[in-house]
């Protein structure tokens, strides 16, 4: 079993930063792939972000890509989101995921524990 708490969403202005945390507790926090999925309200559970069990590999959604950073630190069980050059549309509520097996990164079925969401609102 894992236990994810995500902290940091929060209200800003377009073009803006944000640094999300996630931080992880339960078993061995490197054996699990991680990931950022956000959700915003009459949308899909899509993925914004993930990273490797190592941090070495990470993809990204094209809408994101050049403004948002993902990165981990297995000696503390932390994952990070920085978001930064935030738009209007980046609102949502952002989950912190952990996938333990070998499956589709972008799908969140892939994943086998989450966090219970934070709030991120981006005002134009």
């Known amino acids: 079993q894992v236990q994810l708490v995500e902290s940091g969403g929060g209200l800003v202005q377009a073009g803006g930063s944000l640094r999300l945390s996630c931080a992880a507790s339960?078993?061995?926090?490197?054996?699990?792939?991680m990931a950022w999925f956000r959700q915003a309200p009459g949308k899909e559970r899509e993925l914004v972000a993930a990273?490797?069990?190592?941090?070495?590999?990470?993809a990204y959604v094209d809408s994101v890509k050049g403004r948002f950073t993902i990165s981990r630190d297995n000696a503390k069980n932390m994952v990070y989101l920085q978001m930064n050059s935030l738009k209007p549309e980046d609102t949502a509520v952002y989950y912190c995921?952990?996938?333990?097996?070998?499956?589709?990164?972008?799908?969140?079925?892939?994943?086998?524990?989450w966090g219970q969401g934070t709030q991120v609102t981006v005002s134009s």
């Open positions: 339960g078993r061995t926090f490197s054996n699990y792939a």
């Open positions: 990273i490797s069990r190592s941090g070495r590999g990470t």
């Open positions: 995921a952990a996938r333990q097996g070998d499956g589709d990164p972008y799908r969140s079925g892939s994943y086998n524990y």
